[in-house]
């Protein structure tokens, strides 16, 4: 009896490893494929998202957003700079807080660790003006009047969207 309980125990045991065996081999070769067409689809998709990216909370952003929506471009509005996704390839990024310290930061964040190249900001105080080009900020829109810098920014995100449709 002893004999019979041992055999079948160890043919269990083999059987189960045969089947695991086999089991392992169908799940990587499967996962493998899968992986490869979801790191296409990411890419792809991080290719298809080409969006504004607008940091500030404020009434010159919310002209902004309203401009893109009526537009139909996509946007991604943040007010720290730990919501900028680093999957998505940003056409462009516009610093409009009402903040001049906030706006160089992200600014040079936005350029120098996600490589968006197309920055603009919004300069509140002329004295920091200075400090924009020091920082290489290629756009700055010294503020002055809402409309007129809502209409800055709609012509550059307007050369920013014919840019895109060029390439």
């Known amino acids: 009896m002893t004999l019979i309980v041992g055999l079948s125990t160890i043919v269990l045991f083999i059987l189960g490893y045969y089947i695991m065996d086999h089991i392992d081999q169908f799940i990587q070769?499967?996962?493998g494929i899968?992986?490869?067409n979801l790191y296409h689809e990411?890419?792809?998709?991080?290719e298809e998202k080409n969006r504004i990216l607008i940091y500030g909370k404020n009434e010159l952003t919310e002209l902004v957003e309203d401009y893109c929506n009526s537009q139909r471009y996509e946007y991604q509005q943040i007010t720290d700079v730990c919501y900028i996704d680093p999957e998505?390839?940003?056409?462009?990024l516009l610093a409009l807080s009402y903040n001049d310290?906030?706006?160089?930061?992200?600014s040079s964040i936005g350029f120098k660790?996600?490589?968006?190249?197309?920055?603009?900001?919004?300069?509140n105080n002329q004295e920091n003006l200075?400090?924009?080009k020091e920082f290489s900020v290629h756009n700055v829109l010294l503020y002055d009047d809402i409309d007129k810098v809502f209409g800055m920014i709609k012509?550059?995100?307007e050369d920013g969207n014919k840019n895109k449709n060029k390439i």
């Open 88 to 92: 998505t390839k940003y056409r462009c």
């Open 113 to 123: 660790i996600y490589s968006i190249s197309n920055v603009t900001a919004l300069c």
């Open 29 to 31: 070769n499967n996962v």
């Open 130 to 132: 200075k400090m924009y």
């Open 101 to 106: 310290a906030d706006n160089l930061t992200v």
């Open 34 to 36: 899968s992986n490869k």
């Open 42 to 46: 990411k890419v792809k998709d991080r």
């Open 155 to 157: 012509g550059l995100v």
